[in-house]
């Protein structure tokens, strides 16, 4: 037979179905496995060699919830996630997206939400959209030259602001026409024959747009009423696609909403994933419903439900007063809709805002995301080195003055030079490693590509495997190394029925080869990178002692923290993925 293209030798095999891993030899051949050996493999004049004796290999990384709408279109490589094994990417999340709306209404919904400034978002676009249609979209991603592979949603906000136009798509006076939902309707059709998810929307009205004329709205999406949302979630059930989703946080709940959509009594049931801080420091009991809640409705009410759940602690960083939790209540909402530094310093100064942001605070029976404690947040950086390792709520008390006294005045006074910290979820290990196992939760939440001086989540699968080999050692095991693998690559791939997250013979090429030596302590850590298309530096992850070497396409893409030349402009390996062509697709 020809000489194989790339050998992977020696290495621990994962397949990525929850198999108990064996070693063995992969040969690869135009981008797939067609050798899968126990004993050594030829390599030829030209074979490519990558000794993995002592590592594990396995499928590429299946990361469910990224927004690298903008970033793909001026940095198609996304080398933060190949770095960390990622080889496969969902964009489109939040009812955010770039495919139907015009530039300037992509960037007004996209950025604010996002924390990605407004003009990258319009400028990427300007520079690169050929695309009007979902199908034209879908070929545009074909021809650039990704990195990862890339599927996507349609996008709610995106949909509606296409149909009604900005302005009536975020007014309660708006109630589309009967002609309007059916366009909707065909739309999100063409959308699925081209190989999308399916819907991704938003129902929490915290996310606001950015932009001048309508600034501060909630997003689209928030404003569709029941005959709009039912509408299309029959094109989903019929088409049998997903909706991906998150809850509203206010005192009007609409959870039972979804479970009731979901349900498939009667009718196809509704594939549903909705976004979650799963264990809540403002609500700390809220764990034992999101442990329990999905897997007795999938059993008992005929629903396919899945908390999407990032397997990490969820910790913040601001800049100064720049953080989306704060667009929860009116008093932060309120100095971030004001974009002029003086203007929100002067309100800032204000008694009356004072009291009112004091208020709100201090509301301990109002609906959250944020625990709202400032002794619960560590200022990390500040010209008045004095403050710097304490938290904001003990220089206050240092100072004589209430928590919120205390971080207005140092806004105020140091902007977005005030650099401080808070975990919002996610805190407790012993509940962190029960959801990572839970059968209702899908590990995800990531938001690669979004919030790019507030979290940085790229390497949480790396993370995820730390803690169950650590808790192995401790003799303390909440999963085996194969059923986390599975649970990050092939569960999430069948689920959402694309051809990805499984490595055995005739499975396309998409593999990490990873050191366990290098999972330690450093894959935690954070790190600063320029990210010149955006003119600012990143929050990123480093685990180039863990993940040594990733292949997309049967092409090794990072091998011992260096790139390829030429990934991302001269050539790509990843491909746009459509949904339904996957090699093995869960019923």
Same mark, same amino acid.
């Given at each position: ?167 009536? &798509? ?7 026409? &009967? ?144 953080? /989306? ?9 309120? &100095? ?186 450093? /894959? ?64």
């Amino acid at each position: 037979m020809p000489d194989f293209d790339l050998i992977v030798t020696g290495g621990l095999w994962f397949d990525g179905t929850g198999a108990k891993p064996v070693h063995r030899n992969l040969g690869i051949t135009d981008g797939v496995v067609v050798r899968v050996s126990p004993d050594p493999l030829p390599a030829g004049p030209d074979t490519e060699v990558i000794d993995a004796a002592g590592k594990w290999v396995l499928p590429g990384f299946v990361d469910v919830h990224t927004h690298y709408d903008a970033e793909l279109l001026v940095k198609p490589e996304l080398s933060e996630s190949l770095r960390h094994g990622v080889t496969t990417v969902v964009v489109g999340n939040c009812s955010l997206s770039t495919i139907l709306a015009s530039n300037d209404d992509c960037a007004d919904i996209f950025s604010r939400v996002e924390a990605v400034p407004r003009h990258a978002v319009h400028d990427a676009l300007d520079r690169a959209r050929t695309w009007s249609s979902p199908a034209e979209y879908a070929k545009a991603l074909d021809e650039l030259p990704l990195g990862p592979n890339i599927a996507t949603f349609l996008d709610h906000s995106d949909l509606r602001t296409h149909v009604l136009g900005l302005g009536r &798509a975020v007014t309660r006076d708006t109630k589309p026409s &009967a002609a309007e939902i059916a366009r909707m309707r065909t739309l999100l059709d063409e959308a699925i024959d081209a190989g999308f998810l399916g819907l991704s929307s938003m129902s929490n009205p915290l996310d606001k747009i950015d932009g001048t004329e309508y600034r501060s709205r909630s997003l689209p999406s928030t404003y569709a009423r029941g005959k709009e949302v039912r509408a299309l979630n029959r094109v989903l059930r019929r088409r049998k696609r997903i909706l991906q989703s998150a809850p509203t946080v206010n005192l009007r709940p609409n959870i039972a909403k979804f479970f009731l959509a979901s349900s498939g009594f009667g009718r196809d049931k509704l594939r549903t994933s909705l976004l979650s801080a799963a264990d809540s420091k403002a609500y700390p009991p809220l764990v034992f419903f999101m442990l329990c809640v999905a897997p007795l409705l999938n059993r008992f009410a005929r629903t396919d439900f899945r908390w999407q759940h990032l397997p990490v602690p969820f910790t913040v960083y601001a800049d100064g007063i720049d953080l /989306v939790v704060f667009e929860e209540f009116g008093a932060g909402a309120a &100095a971030l809709h004001l974009k002029d530094q003086v203007e929100r310093n002067e309100l800032l100064r204000d008694e009356t805002y004072r009291r009112w942001f004091r208020k709100q605070y201090d509301d301990k029976f109002s609906p959250r995301i944020w625990h709202r404690d400032f002794f619960d947040a560590e200022i990390v950086a500040c010209p008045d080195e004095s403050v710097v390792g304490r938290s904001i709520g003990g220089v206050g008390a240092d100072r004589g003055l209430h928590p919120v006294d205390a971080y207005l005045d140092l806004v105020v006074e140091h902007g977005p030079k005030l650099r401080w910290r808070t975990t919002i979820a996610n805190d407790r290990p012993k509940y962190l490693d029960k959801l990572a196992a839970s059968s209702g939760v899908q590990m995800g939440f990531g938001d690669a590509g979004a919030h790019l001086r507030n979290m940085a989540f790229y390497n949480y699968p790396v993370r995820l495997l730390e803690r169950v080999v650590r808790a192995q050692e401790a003799g303390k095991p909440f999963l085996t190394p194969e059923r986390a693998v599975h649970r990050l690559t092939g569960e999430l791939a069948d689920w959402y029925r694309i051809d990805a997250g499984h490595l055995r013979e005739g499975d396309r090429a998409d593999l990490l080869v990873l050191d366990p030596a290098g999972l330690d302590s450093s /894959v935690h850590e954070l790190h600063e990178a320029a990210l010149p298309e955006f003119g600012l530096n990143r929050m990123v992850n480093r685990s180039d002692d863990a993940v040594v070497a990733t292949v997309v396409g049967g092409r090794r893409v990072f091998r011992d923290g260096t790139f390829a030349d030429g990934l991302g402009t001269a050539w790509g390996t990843g491909r746009f993925l459509r949904a339904g062509t996957a090699a093995t697709i869960s019923a």
